[in-house]
């Protein structure tokens, strides 16, 4: 079936009590049994609810997963996925990862005896050699943030296979529509829903997509002792965004290749990032692995500071400047001091993470609009 058409109906039958067309928002916290041990497949919210179900059904068709699990945030589900380690246990990811990854990683599994290495990504062969005999877990983002490395998830996942260690990818950059880890290898999928598969800036969600039966049942066992789960409200708000991922991810994407050929020719611009660009130094492997390159485009401002990329920002009038990601409307964000404040300054500056840095979001508005925005701005 075609990606657009499951968006819209898997896990989404008429209601089968009302015939509602569209799954209603259960806001119950219990289910009345018939009799003891008696129910239609429901007892408590925590443990379940028909319309986070709708939305785990749906979730877990577009990453072509067996199993999905709805979590209250990205880093809910995280935290379900590493919940699987032991103390003593190894996790090699990338030096990139999204900063609450690492607070994740450094401020709380750290204290349980979890221990981590970073590299860079591009390269596989790294991931080989950071393996040691308690590596449990590969931790790969890509493309990663904010600089859009792209890491070659069929190699890694090869090497992950036959070192015997689990790979998990999170994909909320590139979003299901654009590409599936499951089917390059890869053994979990996480996404923060808040982003490109919500779609509209007005909710917080996270989901674990998987095939092993086994590790599914250890997961949902977390999902209902841990209790970070979705309300029913933000899961309908969540499943609404998703009937339109495709059209919205091929508008993001269209935008995106705009927007980063207008800053690659802008004389005030001194790089961009775009794995689209046949410039980017991933752009084979991202045309391997990806249907299309995203919505996200990073770029350096000549000369640029704290200062001047300030007085860039503030003169944007289309683009608004804020956190976050993956929404129709078109933001801005200054990584230093935004998303990657809480790195510390010595590897944010390895990371290239510097002062002229700036990362946009690109929403699903008019090319002409966003075009002048930025034109107007860096003038
Ligand atoms: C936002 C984000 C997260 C965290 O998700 P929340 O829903 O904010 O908890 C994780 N990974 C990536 C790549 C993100 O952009």
């Not at 589900?77 to 994740?104: C, K, M, Q, W």
């Not at 927007?259 to 045309?287: I, M, T």
């Not at 935004?338 to 510097?354: S, W």
Request: glycine share 8%; with cysteine.
């Amino acid at each position: 079936m075609d990606f657009s058409t499951m968006a819209i109906h898997e896990g989404q039958a008429p209601d089968a009590a009302t015939g509602a067309t569209v799954v209603p928002v259960y806001q119950t916290s219990t289910f009345t049994q018939q009799g003891i041990g008696e129910h239609k497949g429901f007892e408590y919210s925590r443990l379940s609810n028909p319309t986070r179900t709708a939305l785990e059904v749906s979730l877990a068709a577009l990453e072509h997963a067996r199993y999905g699990l709805a979590f209250a945030s990205g880093l809910a589900a995280e935290h379900a996925v590493f919940s699987l380690l032991n103390p003593g246990d190894h996790i090699v990811t990338v030096a990139n990862v999204y900063g609450g990854t690492v607070r994740l990683f450094e401020r709380l599994f750290s204290r349980y005896g979890i221990t981590f290495s970073y590299v860079e990504g591009s390269d596989a062969q790294e991931f080989e050699g950071a393996i040691g005999s308690n590596t449990k877990l590969i931790w790969l983002e890509t493309p990663t943030n904010p600089l859009l490395t792209i890491v070659d998830i069929e190699a890694v996942a090869s090497i992950a296979r036959a070192r015997g260690v689990l790979l998990a990818v999170d994909n909320t950059f590139a979003s299901p529509y654009f590409q599936r880890p499951l089917e390059l290898g890869a053994d979990i999928v996480v996404q923060s829903t808040t982003k490109y598969i919500a779609g509209h800036s007005d909710v917080i969600g996270g989901a674990v997509l998987l095939n092993d039966a086994s590790i599914y049942e250890e997961l949902r066992f977390f999902q209902n002792t841990i209790g970070a789960i979705p309300g029913p409200q933000d899961v309908w708000l969540t499943l609404r965004g998703v009937k339109t991922l495709a059209v919205r991810m091929r508008q993001h994407e269209t935008n995106a290749f705009a927007v980063a050929r207008f800053l690659q020719d802008h004389p005030r611009v001194s790089q961009v990032y775009f794995p689209g660009l046949p410039q980017h130094p991933n752009h084979e492997v991202a045309r391997r692995q990806m249907s299309g390159f995203g919505g996200m485009v990073s770029f350096r401002l000549k000369e640029g500071n704290r200062e001047s990329v300030n007085a860039f920002v503030k003169k944007l009038k289309v683009f608004s400047l804020a956190d976050s990601l993956g929404g129709v409307e078109s933001l801005v964000c200054f990584p230093m001091v935004m998303t990657h404040d809480a790195v510390p300054e010595k590897q944010r500056l390895e990371l290239g993470i510097t002062g002229d840095l700036l990362r946009l979001s690109i929403g699903i508005e008019g090319i002409d609009d966003l075009l002048a925005d930025l034109k107007q701005a860096l003038a």
